[in-house]
């Protein structure tokens, strides 16, 4: 199963752990298949060292060379109109498109008030654990 994380759950996941780091385990276990862009990579990566600035004890090189390697990179359609409320969000909406997956993973409100648009559904990580993975 192919899935989008949002930059707040790949963050919470790395830094903060609880349902989030779940998520990411179930990538590293092969339970499902992250897809970026390279617009969300950049985000991963900003995000990332913005916040090992103030946690510098956590080294992100090894997660951000696995997402780098072992995620699928796909490039994005353009949309002809704003998606989401705020247009930073869209991203994650035309990366799930590009890709053909339908799921983001997501506990951004933007995004998950536009659950279902074009077929692709948002899910909180604690939604996407007790619903999907059970």
Same mark, same amino acid.
């Given at each position: 199963m192919k899935i989008v994380l949002d930059t707040n759950v790949f963050a919470s996941g790395v830094f903060f752990g609880g349902? @989030?780091? !779940?998520?990411?385990q179930a990538w590293r276990d092969g339970k499902v298949q992250l897809v970026i862009s390279p617009e969300i990579l950049a985000e991963y990566i900003r995000v990332a060292e913005a916040l090992s600035e103030r946690f510098p004890a956590i080294d992100l090189r090894p997660i951000l060379e696995l997402v780098t390697v072992n995620a699928d990179m796909v490039s994005l359609t353009e949309s002809a109109r704003?998606?989401?409320d705020d @247009?930073?969000?869209?991203? %994650? %909406?035309?990366?799930a498109i590009s890709? !053909?997956? &339908?799921? #983001?993973?997501?506990?951004? &409100?933007?995004?998950?008030? &536009?659950?279902?648009?074009? !077929?692709?559904?948002?899910?909180? @990580? !604690?939604? %996407?654990?007790?619903? #999907?993975?059970?």
């Open positions: 349902t @989030p780091h !779940r998520v990411l704003p998606i989401c @247009p930073d969000d869209d991203k %994650f %909406f035309l990366t890709a !053909r997956c &339908k799921l #983001i993973v997501s506990g951004d &409100k933007h995004l998950l008030v &536009k659950s279902g648009y074009a !077929r692709e559904q948002v899910l909180t @990580p !604690r939604d %996407f654990m007790e619903k #999907i993975l059970l």
